[in-house]
């Protein structure tokens, strides 16, 4: 996980922060204060983005930070979390100004916000955006400014409006120094002798503010998501506020605040915002019917999208990658590391890379999505299907985009604010049919099943039972885990989102979204990625001899009396020396696990392969059957001599019923590196990453085994 990126000299600058709602314009206000200035990492202990920036005042340079986007101080989620921490000072340097983005258009909803922050003493400038869209109705920044008694600019930062005079107020605003807690509400005498009893119970390290006290009462329960809160705080809040007392405490706070937002805006909006062409659109897009079918052409597009606009791109590099691959070899010649950079190294970087056209397209069409305002229709839309399953109405595209790739997939789960939908999506998504499997499941049925069922091609019946047999785990899955695993298992809450007006979206804002959130994968996954790939290169490589009982290929290869028959001698050599590898040893360890499934060791070993990335089984079944590494799905020598080989006791190894047991285990274990190490990183840790793969690999050997052993009774 990327640490905060400040270095020593930043401490010596002012620090303002960034903060609005969502949907507020906060990440083009972002972009236009700080240009190409802005470095990205990390919060530390999460994987939230954290972007800091500089830009230039009179006063010199000032350092920006931008803030998650939050509706609320009362945090449940790990953004909000951050929210309140770098606004109050808990754990953070606390800004000397906080900068809050208000969309003119929602202006009570976004000032809930900033009567939160000056409860907490925070130096206030507001940035008032949507003016444009807002038109007449826009508030006038002067009577604004009077009734929160802090600055406010009229800004639009797509088009550079309004951004020198920001900046001129955040130095006017750093020249007045600290502010003083302003309330704008009066606590009741029952809510003030909670408000002290919780006060004398935060940290000594936090700030000892009523603020805090009152972010405690109103955040800290049973199922909140927060990390670092001292158990005595708990025990205080629990003592403080009864469950049966909790919805009319939290009822009185809020409707106090949005009592007096009421007040002070009524006189301030003078007209309506003119939302009916968005209304218009709304009542087909969200239409029960036609707002499903529509999404539906808008997935198919995307779903297609990945996979053409990204073959020829994956085509290249992995062209490219062979490429190098070939001229170190013919460079260096034959020998240990030759193997290590070509096989270890390039391949590893190679097998990184070749999910970077994927990760691109994928994020392109969100960002998109995202910036003309249709993805939050999109999960408003689908959260009435995805609720019967306890899903997130957001995880539907991260799914959906799992059948091309979980690696992007995953990545996409960022969407989500609450980490126990991002975690419960992270834990399926890999059940998806992703494009990785799909030479598997060609190589098996082209080599086991007839090409023929009921007059329709048996490939195309069996890949769509693959497809929705998928989609049926996945979601039976997330119902099951969401109710047995205990960090799943948190109520689902009401699902409440935003729905911004359409804009047309701005590509130079996506283009940056595209290289922050790819730059993050090839730097963090790809170096665990790689690690992998050479273990797994060492595994199938080592040792590098043959015992003495072995053929002496050597000899027979230089007595070969064509090219056809030195180049079968080699292929032989080569599947022994993977047969006596480490990872043939292991595949002969797994066999009595995998004997129950219809498994053989060289499945074993094609299984162990298969680690790297999932199409690499074909490719090492190619090694072991003696008939070439570089053999694809469609190898006529491979499929030949899959449905020749024969058990000790004369039986055919494959059968039908192995292959339905073989694609069934492909379809549910999680043999994907890569996935595991962007859920790694996703999660900050070994943990699920580690659960991920027991209770896939479990799933998978327990549905291979009923499909094989309920098949065998059956006589097949």
Known sequence: MTPPLAGADDARLPLVALAGNPNTGKTSLFNALTGLRAKVGNYPGVTVDRRVGRITTARGEVEVVDVPGCYSLVARSADEQIAVDVLSGIGERRPDVVVFCVDATQLARSLYLVTQAQELGTRCVIALTMVDEAKDAAPDPRALADALACEVVSTNPRRQVGIVELRAAIDRALAAGAAEPVWRWTPSPGLRERLDQVRAALPASWPQLDALALWALQSIDDEDELEGIAPSLRDAVAAAVPVEDAARLDDEIVLARWRWLDERTAGLIRARPDRGRTEQVDRILLHRGFGFLIFAGVMFLLFASLFAGADPAIGLVERSFGWLGDRVRDGLGAGLLTDFLVDGVINGVGSVLVFLPQILLLFFFIGLLEDCGYMARVAYLMDRLMKAMNLHGRAFVPMLSGFACAIPAVLATRTMERRRDRLLTM???????????????????????????????????????????????????????SRTVKPLKARRLPF?????????????????????????????????????????????????????????????????????????????????????????????????????????????????????????????????????????????????????????????????????????????????????????????????????????????????????????????
């Not at 069996?462 to 885990?481: D, I, K, N, P, Q």
């Not at 979206?505 to 994968?521: G, H, I």
Request: with cysteine.
């Open 427 to 481: 834990m399926v998504v890999p059940l998806m049919t992703c494009s990785a499997r799909l030479p598997v499941y060609s190589l098996i049925i082209g080599a086991l099943f007839p090409t023929a069922a009921f007059g329709l091609s048996t490939k195309s019946l069996l890949l769509s039972a693959m497809y929705l047999f998928s989609v049926v785990t996945a979601l039976v899955a997330a119902f099951v885990l």
């Open 496 to 716: 409440v989102i935003e729905l911004p007006p359409y804009r047309l979206p701005r590509l130079r804002d996506v283009a940056r979204m595209m290289w922050e959130k790819t730059s993050a994968f090839l730097r963090e996954a790809g170096t665990v990625i790689l690690a992998c790939t050479i273990v797994l290169w060492a595994l199938l490589s080592f040792p590098r001899h043959l015992p003495s009982s072995a053929p002496d290929y050597d000899a027979q290869i230089a007595a070969a009396p064509t090219s056809e028959a030195r180049i079968e001698l080699e292929h032989q050599k080569e599947g022994d020396l993977r047969r006596h590898s480490y990872a043939g040893r292991l595949g002969r360890a797994l066999e009595p696990a995998i004997a129950p499934l219809g498994f053989d060791w060289k499945i074993g070993v094609g299984i162990i392969g298969a680690f790297a990335a999932r199409e690499v089984f074909v490719s090492t079944m190619g090694v072991v059957y003696s008939v070439g590494a570089d053999v694809d799905e469609e190898s006529q020598p491979l499929r030949d001599a899959m449905r020749a080989a024969k058990r000790p006791d004369g039986r055919p190894v494959y059968t039908p019923l192995v292959g339905l047991s073989l694609m069934v285990f492909f379809a549910l274990a999680c043999q994907c590196m890569s996935t595991l190490a962007v859920v790694r990183r996703e999660t900050g840790g070994l943990g699920w990453p580690m659960f991920l793969f027991a209770y896939m690999t479990t799933l998978a050997w327990v549905m291979s085994f009923l499909v094989f052993q309920i098949g065998s009774l059956l006589g097949y």
